[in-house]
């Protein structure tokens, strides 16, 4: 199994709502990657867990908040987000953090905030 | 600080012809280089690595690229294009003292006409 899975497919909120977005992975990765894309543009690291731990947070505003609640799986707890931040969020994996091993992308959460 | 410019933003190309598409990176220490193709609301999919050894590096869909440490380029190639080929192509280097952090270039949009 080399799938990465992200839930939900779309969302839409409000600028006082708080959701989440969801990323399961079941390749026995060690790593594991939040980023945000605008349209035309390349994927932006947002944070970095290596062995269930954040190693990286390219600052990031605080209304943004990752869990990694286990080694599967990565969560994004999203509140109180401004219009700009409406993109698709890529959730990756990757064998290990040293940088050697390509990742592997979900599909994505479109996010909407209105 | 590493960093990856992909040099045309847009390549149009008439099916069954051949394509390149130019990769350019700079770092002061050794990398690993990926190339990375997304389909129009999907995430993004491996096409190749180069990691080390064999400079030229064959991937999925009939794609190669070849590595040139002097000229510090990692073009991507197909010697045949097909209209299912049409995507964003994002050319993306990594070091091994970084964290797993990949830096993406913009993007080059591949669109194949009949």
């Known amino acids: 199994d080399t799938e990465v899975t992200q839930t939900p497919k779309h969302l839409v909120m409000g600028m006082t709502n708080k959701k989440s977005l969801k990323c399961e992975q079941h390749?026995?990765?060690?790593?594991m990657y939040w980023y945000k894309q605008k349209a035309k543009k390349p994927p932006e690291l947002m944070f970095v867990y290596s062995y269930e731990k954040l190693s990286i947070n390219e600052s990031v505003p605080s209304r943004f908040s990752p869990e990694c609640p286990n080694s599967s799986l990565l969560n994004l707890h999203l509140h109180a987000l401004q219009p700009e931040d409406s993109a698709l969020y890529l959730c990756?994996?990757?064998?290990?953090?040293?940088?050697?091993?390509?990742?592997?992308f979900g599909p994505g959460t479109r996010l909407t905030v209105t | 600080a590493q960093s990856v410019t992909q040099l045309d933003s847009q390549v149009p190309v008439f099916e069954e012809a051949p394509v390149e598409l130019r990769c350019n990176y700079s770092s002061s220490v050794s990398v690993y280089l990926f190339w990375y193709v997304q389909y129009p609301n999907q995430g993004l999919q491996l096409l190749l690595k180069y990691l080390s050894g064999s400079t030229l590096v064959k991937g999925i869909n009939g794609f190669e690229a070849e590595f040139n440490k002097s000229q510090t380029s990692f073009h991507l190639r197909k010697p045949s294009v097909h209209i299912s080929d049409t995507a964003e192509y994002f050319c993306?280097?990594?070091?091994?003292?970084?964290?797993?952090?990949?830096?993406f270039g913009d993007g080059t949009t591949l669109t194949v006409k009949p």
């Open positions: 990756a994996s990757s064998q290990d953090p040293s940088g050697s091993r390509e990742q592997y």
């Open positions: 993306a280097v990594s070091l091994n003292t970084n964290a797993g952090k990949s830096t």
């Open positions: 390749m026995g990765h060690r790593a």
